[in-house]
Structures are given as C-alpha cells and as structure tokens.
C-alpha cells in the first residue's frame, strides 16, 4: 500500500499568497514520497528483496514517525482552509472552550501558545474521556503528541509555513492570518467526532 498526497480545495486565503500555499503544498507531497519511500525499503528488506543492516533498518524506522507525522499534520492543517467559514457558537467545542477558557477566547489562547519562541506547531487536542480540549506546543511532529488523542486544529510555525509571504522574523502577522482563514466548522465537527467516539 501506498499514500497518495491529498488534494485540497483551497478558496483564495487572506495574507497567504498562492506561491506561498504552493511552496508548503510540495513541501507536504515530500513527506508523502518519502513515507512511501520508507515503507518500500521496509518491505523490501522484509522479502529478502533488499539487505539493510540493523543500524539502517532502526534508521528508517525511526525516521518513518517524522515523515508519516509530517504527511498527516499538513493534511489536518490544508483541510482546515477548505470550505466556507463559519462556526457555531453553540457547538460542543464552542462549549468546551467556554468552560476551559472561561472569558478568555480560544483564539487568543491559541495565539499566546503559537506566540512561543521557536519552530514546531501548535496542536489542539480532544480528550474525549473528558470532553476537553488541550492546546499544546510539539517543537518536532514526532515527539511530543499527546498519545491517542485526536488532533482537532493543526498550526504549522515551521519557516516553511510563511517564509514566502512574511519572512523568516513576522511569525505573528502569518498567525494572524492562519486564523483569519480557518473555516472552524472543520475544527468543530474534528471535535464533535472525537467526543462521541468516546
């Protein structure tokens, strides 16, 4: 079996140019080869088809945890843009993040964490034995997801992600405009879906 990249329908995005969106889209097939360029040598080896030696083999397999991540975080961030935006107040996450969050909204929240020195993501997370939300800061996709939980809202604050449009130094004005274009009813049926699997 093999992973085929997704296509995304994109509308037009507020502050991410084309050739910026085009830039990150082959960023993400990359991931895709390469996930299927693991998994190929793995096979091979397995059918005596290929001969790896362990510290070769332990490398791929390793390796194959940042790709693989790497395929799947970008897929959960290009399909929040698809679609009409819109969100309902009165959703289970909107609750959710009434209760958590209180006064304070979600975006800001959200906005504070990706404010963080550094590159990685901000991942927002549904706990769906307690119908919570967790926003969490992961440096390297690979290491530091929180186990089993479904990931609701993917930002992506690799260079990558903005360089095109605002340099390597303007990480706030590409926020901005990652949240200016985020269609939540996404967001929202990620988290509706994650607690009534609980």
Do not use: C
């Not at 504070?112 to 996709?141: C, L, Q, S, T």
């Not at 186990?147 to 926020?175: C, Q, T």
């Not at 901005?176 to 699997?197: C, G, L, T």
């Amino acid at each position: 079996m093999t992973y085929t990249p997704k296509t995304f329908t994109l509308p037009s995005l507020e502050g991410l140019s084309e050739k910026q969106i085009q830039a990150h889209l082959a960023l993400y097939e990359g991931y895709v080869k390469h996930v299927n360029l693991i998994l190929e040598k793995l096979q091979a080896a397995r059918e005596g088809k290929l001969e790896l030696d362990p510290y070769t083999t332990a490398e791929l397999r390793r390796r194959f945890a940042f790709e693989f991540n790497g395929m799947r975080m970008h897929e959960y961030y290009f399909e929040q843009f698809e679609g009409d935006k819109s969100d309902d107040p009165e959703s289970a996450l909107a609750k959710a993040v009434r209760e958590k969050y209180g006064g304070e909204t979600f975006i800001s929240h959200l906005k504070e964490v990706a404010g963080a020195r550094g590159i990685g993501w901000v991942v927002a997370y549904a706990d769906p034995a307690n119908k919570m939300i967790h926003v969490v800061f992961v440096a390297d996709h690979e290491v530091g997801q929180l186990a089993g939980l479904p990931v609701i809202l993917a930002l992506d604050l690799w260079e990558h992600a903005y360089m095109v449009d605002y340099g390597s130094s303007d990480k706030k004005s590409y926020v901005d405009a990652f949240f200016e274009n985020v269609n939540w009813s996404v967001v929202e049926k990620r988290f509706a879906n994650a607690i009534s699997a609980a």
